[in-house]
């Protein structure tokens, strides 16, 4: 029995560290961000951006790496209470990891961390007429991601001055899964 649990114990240890990829934070291979992803936390220093009816207020479904490294994302967004997609192009910089796009003025975008398989953590800088604002979010391949990965999507936003407050769990909200692709329903 003991010797059951044992292995029982080390096959939980071995599956779980197999779930945790190194992380990459520069030489990032876009190709590899292709396909599901769930949108966890977002946070702003305007915060306005990212509440209801904010222009950043986006749920992610979906990543299509194209030509020269511009990422195409399939999202959605609550409009008067209904889930709708929205396309969006963000066009490479040919910097690592950057891209930008005329979305909402101007909107330029780079990759802090990912390890692919599990996660992404970026990092964007909007400027319009109103002013300039920053966006980070923190993606997950699943529905959730672990208590450490939130915490160091935390420790990011404190490094770009983004406070707590400033930080939604979108996990708590209706982020349109049931309008995803593969929602069960
Ligand atoms: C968002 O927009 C809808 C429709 O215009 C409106 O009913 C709702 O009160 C708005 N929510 C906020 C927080 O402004």
């Not at 990829?21 to 599901?36: H, I």
């Not at 220093?45 to 207020?57: A, F, L, Q, V, Y």
């Not at 909007?126 to 420790?155: A, H, W």
């Amino acid at each position: 029995m003991k010797l059951l649990l044992l292995s029982l114990g080390l096959a939980l240890l071995c599956s779980h560290t197999e779930e945790i990829a190194d992380p990459v934070t520069s030489n990032f291979d876009l190709s590899k961000l292709s396909g599901d992803w769930y949108s966890i936390y977002l946070a702003s220093d305007n915060k306005k951006k990212i509440e209801e009816n904010g222009s950043m207020r986006f749920f992610l479904e979906r990543i299509y790496v194209l030509e020269h490294s511009s990422l195409y994302f399939k999202l959605h967004t609550i409009v008067n209470g209904q889930c709708i997609e929205v396309p969006f192009i963000c066009d490479s910089t040919g910097k690592d990891g950057e891209c930008s796009s005329d979305y909402d003025g101007h909107t330029l975008a780079h990759i802090l961390e990912t390890d692919y398989v599990g996660y992404l953590i970026y990092h964007a800088e909007n400027s319009n007429n109103e002013g300039k604002s920053q966006i980070m979010e923190l993606y997950g391949r699943e529905p959730d991601v672990s208590t450490e990965l939130k915490e160091k999507f935390v420790e990011y936003c404190r490094d770009h001055g983004i406070v707590m407050e400033n930080i939604i769990d979108l996990t708590r909200i209706n982020r349109c899964l049931q309008a995803r692709d593969n929602a069960l329903v």
